[in-house]
Nanobody
Framework: RLQVAESGGGSVQAGGSLNLSCTVS?????KGWFRQTPGKERELVAM????????SYDDSVKGRFVISQDNAKFTVYLQMNSLKSEDSAMYYC???????????WGQGTQVTVSS
């Protein structure tokens, strides 16, 4: 059964950087990072297709966040730069075994950006 586990959240001042990591337990078709704040729906921040390396980003993070992967380590990263207070959220790693919806979710890691 596929499992994912995030790490790397924390608190940082606006303008700073954080790097999130997510380890998956096996094959995935694609991996993604989502975030959610209280009272709002979970939103896709970035995703990467495992085989092709194709990446996509939400407009709000383009140019600031970079998603990458190390397939040998079954790990996906989210490098977050120029962080803003509105980036504060619980960040979740997710994965899927096919081209459909994300099926497997991590527990989340909190990111707090103070202004």
């Amino acid at each position: 059964r596929l499992q994912v586990a995030e790490s790397g959240g924390g608190s940082v001042q606006a303008g700073g950087s954080l790097n999130l990591s997510c380890t998956v337990s096996g094959y995935t078709y694609k991996k993604g990072w989502f975030r959610q704040t209280p009272g709002k729906e979970r939103e896709l921040v970035a995703m990467i297709v495992t085989g092709s390396g194709e990446k996509s980003y939400d407009d709000s993070v383009k140019g600031r966040f970079v998603i990458s992967q190390d397939n040998a380590k079954f790990t996906v990263y989210l490098q977050m730069n120029s962080l803003k207070s509105e980036d504060s959220a619980m960040y979740y790693c997710a994965a899927t075994l096919n081209s459909g919806d994300f099926q497997v979710w991590g527990q989340g890691t909190q990111v707090t950006v103070s202004s």
